[in-house]
């Protein structure tokens, strides 16, 4: 029987590890909310299409976070239209292809497709992340007396820096704090194309610096000012992949990049424009028309019902900081109704004013799925090591 986790016994208690493929850490901890997410998933994975669960057990177990993170979005998909009542048929045929899901409610009169899309790194930049990575679990393990550390990554080089000289030089500032510090210092390492900002807040300093944190908490990283382009792409795809359909299509997606929902929407409308007069020194802000919804020639993957968005994962999906965001197309020739997926943060075109109207989500993922608050309880794992 296919499953997509191990059966044998696991005694692992550690953390995961900076530079740990996630698939591999849930596979093999010990923690009793590790467990309970094994469960959980494998729960709805029985639920799948038994001739198709090798090929997704296969992408799903990958080292490579972007095709395991592709096969949890359908199964997340899955989950929630089972979970929201629909029947729900894998792979059905949309004349020569297949589109992922055909979901049916008999109560609510209502038929949707569903279609996933996982954006990911660049082939370049994959390497410096798992070179950033490294140099986290590197510096992990050095002892910082009564400060929290942190530490940020300016620049990024084309080669692996040297992890003993980061850590010593790390630790050689370390010392150098006087104890009765009270205040955030901070220093700077930079060699080989590499600046990375390390700081030291004392434990009991009030600091709250949004560019502060400990290792523990990790500035942002160096973030991609192109991520509305890749999101606009992938979903230019899936909108235009199957020509017009007899039932609304919804497309959810998801990134192993950082996200935000500006991205989420310049990749919907179109790029933002700032319209400056100078006589008046009116400030007005516009969009470019080259959207996923709408070009210059006006609508446009009209067969796209909406688009659901969110950053998240097998472990973290019940508790995200940001609800899902839920797009409704304004031009779409099947919309979607609204309300029926209660934990997004819903948001659509008011057909007399024009205006974007967002309707906050009524309950959490993990609300939606039935889990108690918390759940799966991280706080009552053993220590981390």
Sequence with gaps: ?????????????????????????????????????RQFWEGWF??????KKPALAARFRSCDYHPHLSAFLELFTLAVLKGGGYEVEIEPPAGSRALEFLASIKERDLKLYAECTATGRRVAEAGADAREADVLDAIDKVPTGRFILGVNFLRRGAAAPPLRDIRQGLVAWLSSLEEKETHR?????????????????????????????????IGPRIFDASEHLRLRAAIDRKASKYGSL?????????????????????????????????????VTV?????????????????????????????LSFADIDRSLVLVHHPFASRPLPLGFFPFCEERHFDRETGKLVAAPPTMSVGEFFGLPAGWPFFDQDPRRE
């Design 246 to 282: 007899d039932e609304p299509l919804l497309v959810v997606t998801d990134s192993t990049e950082h996200q935000t929902e500006r991205d989420l929407m310049t990749a919907l409308l179109g790029d933002v424009l700032w319209h400056v007069n100078m006589v008046t020194r009116d």
């Design 1 to 37: 029987m296919t499953q997509l986790f191990d059966t044998g016994e696991r005694t692992r208690t550690t953390s995961r590890r900076y530079n740990e493929p996630m698939y591999s850490f849930l596979n093999t901890s010990a923690w009793p909310s590790a467990e309970r997410v």
């Design 185 to 217: 210092s901070v220093w700077t390492w930079e060699d080989r194309g590499w600046t990375i900002k390390f700081w030291a807040v004392p434990a009991e300093s009030d600091d709250t610096d949004d560019d502060g944190g400990g290792l523990g908490i």
């Design 46 to 51: 029985a639920q799948y299409d038994d001739g």
């Design 286 to 314: 516009g969009r470019e028309p080259n959207g996923v919804f709408y070009d210059a020639k006006g609508p446009r993957n009209v067969a796209l019902s909406a688009v659901m968005h969110g950053h998240f994962g097998a």
